[in-house]
């Protein structure tokens, strides 16, 4: 059960939930700032090492074009000429997997109480 006061910050800041939400943020952005650079750098080697590849007119049959992670697509995109910076990278990961994360606890909370009721 939640207490209704926790929905006020001046409270909730000084909870003991509140210092564990923000430990395990800190180590989420850490992960998820630590997997960037480490693709960013995984990047930077295959960029350097690729040899030119036939268009994909000349792709032989049978052999597909690899696809590209939602990160690879962000470390490459371009607005207005400039790259997205690290925060907004990771901000866009962030978004990405809670709305799966939040999705799924949906999901299976809609099949339980179906299921409940059926």
């Not at 607005?79 to 907004?88: A, F, H, K, N, V």
Request: charged share 25%; aromatic share 6%.
């Amino acid at each position: 059960m939640t207490n209704p006061l926790l929905g006020w910050d001046f409270i909730f800041k000084r909870t003991n939930m509140y210092r564990e939400m923000s430990a395990s943020l800190a180590v989420i952005h850490q992960l998820m700032t630590s997997v960037v650079d480490a693709r960013i750098e995984a990047l930077k080697q295959q960029q350097a090492l690729q040899i030119e590849l036939p268009s994909s007119d000349a792709l032989v049959e049978g052999i597909r074009k690899q696809r590209r992670t939602l990160l690879d697509t962000l470390l490459t995109t371009q607005i207005d000429g400039e790259q997205l910076t690290r925060s907004d990278i990771c901000d866009e990961v962030n978004t990405f997997v809670f709305a799966v994360s939040l999705r799924s606890r949906t999901n299976t909370c809609i099949r339980r109480s179906t299921y409940v009721y059926i």
